[in-house]
């Protein structure tokens, strides 16, 4: 598990700021998808490689692409989406825990949906940057990642700041990166026994062009 792993409020931050945490996710989703696979390296849109990996274009260069307005044409984004990429069943294509039972307990963050994405995972990237817990009794403490449903711990983000803010939100410290086809649990440490609230994760998922089924 990574240390440098916490929630960096909105409320403290600028609209600049925010813009820059979701470029800086995009720049490591786009550069990861070229690492796996799933997006080809253009060099005509890339020109500048990495000097510790030649293969790869640099992240300040994809960075400065992006900020010029550019997109590459060989991957697709959009938003992870519970029936299509989780496998949840109908009805529930929304962020939603199941009911908070018991106090210190994980809970996912997709109902009854264990482990994500367990669904249509082929050449699909995810990258998490934002969390937001929108009730006004906040219910949880912890938010956790995992290999699988009970695994090892991947992150483990402090959500009890968000307690005292206006708006409920923070982005991530890093960008949290999902390669595709590996399946991962997105939990929350119960706090308080309530009803199934939200808990949306702002996140980018890539594809191939063409491939996008949304």
Do not use: H
């Not at 409320?11 to 700021?17: F, R």
């Not at 990861?32 to 274009?57: C, L, M, V, Y």
């Not at 039972?101 to 994980?106: D, E, F, M, Q, R």
């Not at 669904?119 to 990237?125: D, G, V």
């Amino acid at each position: 598990m990574g240390s440098r792993q916490y929630v960096v409020l909105t409320n403290s931050m600028t609209l600049a700021d925010q813009k820059d945490y979701r470029i800086n996710a995009l720049t490591a989703g786009i550069q990861r998808s070229i690492a796996t696979g799933i997006a080809t390296w253009d060099k005509t849109e890339f020109p500048t490689a990495d000097p510790a990996n030649p293969a790869q274009p640099s992240m300040q260069c994809v960075k400065s692409f992006l900020v010029a307005g550019g997109w590459p044409k060989s991957l697709d984004v959009r938003e992870f989406q519970p029936i299509l990429d989780a496998g949840a069943g109908a009805g529930t294509d929304m962020w939603g825990t199941a009911a908070l039972a018991v106090v210190g307990t994980l809970y996912s963050v997709i109902g009854a949906v264990g482990t994500l994405p367990i669904a249509n995972r082929a050449n699909k990237l995810l990258v998490i940057y934002k969390v937001a817990v929108p009730v006004a009794n906040f219910p949880v403490a912890r938010l956790v990642f995992r290999n699988n449903a009970a695994g090892n711990l991947l992150a483990q983000y402090d959500l009890e700041p968000l307690m005292a803010q206006t708006i409920p939100e923070g982005y991530l410290s890093e960008p949290f990166v999902v390669d595709a086809n590996t399946q991962f649990a997105v939990q929350v440490l119960a706090s308080q026994v309530s009803a199934s609230i939200k808990v949306v994760l702002g996140n980018f998922l890539f594809e191939p062009t063409g491939q996008t089924n949304a």
